[in-house]
């Protein structure tokens, strides 16, 4: 099984301040490595997918980055609307696997 | 606008079975992978099941091989997760999500497994 390991677990950040989150693989994924987000009470929501594609409707401070083991996800000047946990997915190995997770709170 | 919506979540001693079904819209549904996601109270995002867009390829976690069953009716637009000989540890909230991405979720519906 690939393990997802994400650092930090926890950031208290202040408005416009940038965000790195990383994201270690255990084994070799390739791109095949995704970025949710997930507010309080909410469903997650696919931010970033295959390492650096970004989607449609997500903020342009919102980028990623990385292949093979090593990903970053990062959020350049947080607004308040970012505070979320975030989560790491790999889908190329079975099972799939998730990071543990990165709760960002606004100071 | 593309949606899923989950039912059939509950209360359920242990030992006891529930089906959970997601109901997909928006979107032609044959043409897309599903699974299934679960997520523990405050805790973290699992992977629980895969199945593709024909429902030949079927895939599961070891934590519920053997007592979950995934399947689809693409002409209903529907998703299911059979869970049988449920366990106080599948307690949590599941979601159905689409393709290897997971581009769409569900609101989700929470299953809980206690004496």
């Known amino acids: 099984e690939i393990v997802l390991t994400q650092s930090p677990d926890f950031q208290s950040v202040t408005p416009k301040e940038k965000v790195t989150i990383v994201c270690r693989a255990s084994?070799?994924?390739?791109?095949?490595l995704h970025w949710y987000q997930q507010k309080a009470d909410q469903s997650p929501k696919l931010f970033i997918k295959?390492?650096?594609q970004s989607l449609s409707g997500v903020p342009s401070r919102f980028s990623g980055s990385g292949s093979g083991t090593d990903f970053t996800l990062t959020i350049n000047s947080l607004e308040a609307e970012d505070a979320a946990t975030y989560y790491c997915?790999?889908?190329?190995?079975?099972?799939?696997?998730f990071g543990q997770g990165t709760k960002v709170e606004i100071k | 606008e593309v949606q899923l919506v989950e039912s059939g979540g509950g209360f359920v001693q242990p030992g006891g079975s529930l089906r959970l079904s997601c109901a997909a819209s928006?979107?032609?549904?044959?043409?897309?992978?599903m699974n299934w996601v679960r997520q523990a109270p405050g805790k973290g995002l699992e992977w629980v099941s895969y199945?593709?867009?024909?429902?030949?390829?079927?895939y599961y976690a070891e934590s519920v091989k053997g007592r979950f069953t995934i399947s689809r009716d693409n002409g209903r637009n529907s998703l299911y997760l059979q869970m049988n000989s449920l366990r106080d540890e599948d307690t949590a909230v599941y979601y159905c999500?689409?393709?290897?991405?997971?581009?769409?979720w569900g609101q989700g519906t929470l299953v809980t497994v206690s004496s």
């Open positions: 928006g979107f032609t549904f044959s043409d897309y992978s």
């Open positions: 999500t689409r393709d290897t991405v997971n581009d769409c």
């Open positions: 084994q070799n994924i390739g791109s095949s």
């Open positions: 199945i593709s867009r024909s429902g030949s390829t079927i």
């Open positions: 997915h790999q889908s190329s190995n079975l099972p799939k696997t």
């Open positions: 295959h390492a650096s």
